[in-house]
């Protein structure tokens, strides 16, 4: 084999060795530091308060007249615990840095966010291994939660209330 070509195969093996070392740090960044969910919920095509999961029993001036102003915990291993809703966003998971820290094996370090929107709580799943669900529904792209739906983390479920 030529010095050439046996040059150009050590360059690739090497390319291709740097690009499996790169894809790995962005998992592991990406599993460490969540990802940002405010842009993600810009560009997602969100559903009406009014087609969402939970809110078909409730007629639209019900909708508009109550707000959430705290999340409760309704199972799992803190059930009662109750957390004002006065920021703009709340974090979940297994981190100790989340609002609600969720200790289940089922829950990721970043799981799920709760982020308000032009008057709306969505919930989006930060790409978690067990997933985040809205009345039974996996959540796959940020999806508004009215008042009183459960929605689960592991084993833990929450609802947001006034």
């Given amino acids: 084999m030529s010095e050439l070509a046996l040059f150009l195969v050590r360059t690739g093996f090497l390319v291709l060795l740097w690009i499996f070392i790169f894809s790995i740090i962005s998992v592991i960044r990406a599993d460490l530091f969540g990802q940002k969910v405010v842009s993600r919920v810009a560009q997602a095509n969100v559903p009406a308060v009014f087609s969402s999961p939970g809110a078909a029993g409730a007629t639209p001036t019900q909708q508009l007249d109550q707000k959430a102003t705290k999340l409760v915990v309704t199972g799992g291993d803190k059930v009662g615990t109750e957390i004002a809703l006065s920021g703009r966003q709340l974090s979940i998971g297994r981190a100790g840095d989340s609002d609600l820290i969720v200790d289940d ?22 790409d978690s291994t067990n997933g985040t669900f809205l009345e039974g529904q ?12 459960a929605v689960r ?8 209330r006034a």
């Fill in 105 to 126: 094996e089922y829950a990721s370090t970043h799981h799920a966010k709760l982020v308000f929107i032009n008057g709306e709580w969505l919930i989006q799943d930060l």
């Fill in 153 to 160: 983390i592991g084993q833990t479920t929450f609802e947001l």
């Fill in 138 to 149: 996996k959540v796959s792209t940020p999806q508004t939660v009215s008042m009183n739906a």
